[in-house]
């Protein structure tokens, strides 16, 4: 079982950059596909990015193109979301989240089975 620690949120001005990490606890990360995911007050959690085991494919949410990237590095058993451009509604908890294993990434929270505690991201107008 795969545990998660996310970390790298902060508080940030609109148009400001944050890179956040997902660290693993197992040597096993590399089995793992990876996705992001944020939850704002009062709203549904939204599927940011995923990226596959090796790192050689990822994807994300429309919304998320061009300003935010996924990538890892399984020797660091990390996985970074660099955000870029910041807007207020990006304000949100965010997590990060792993299918089980050899499982390829998907853009729907029910098919992840373990998660991190959140990092909170905070964009001030």
């Known amino acids: 079982q795969v545990q998660l620690v996310e970390s790298g949120g902060g508080l940030v001005q609109a148009g400001g950059s944050l890179r956040l990490s997902c660290a693993a606890s197992?040597?096993?990360?590399?089995?793992?596909?990876i996705g992001w995911f944020r939850q704002a007050p009062g709203k549904e959690r939204e599927f940011v990015a995923a990226i596959s085991l090796t790192g050689s494919s990822t994807y994300y949410a429309d919304s998320m193109k061009g300003r935010f990237t996924i990538s890892r590095d399984n020797a660091k058993n990390t996985v970074y979301l660099q955000m870029n451009s910041l807007k207020p509604e990006d304000t949100a908890v965010y997590y990060c989240?792993?299918?089980?294993?050899?499982?390829?990434?998907?853009?729907?929270?029910?098919?992840?089975?373990?998660w991190g505690q959140g990092t909170q991201v905070t964009v001030s107008s």
């Open positions: 989240a792993a299918p089980a294993k050899f499982r390829n990434y998907s853009d729907r929270s029910s098919e992840y089975d373990y």
């Open positions: 197992e040597r096993t990360f590399s089995m793992y596909a």
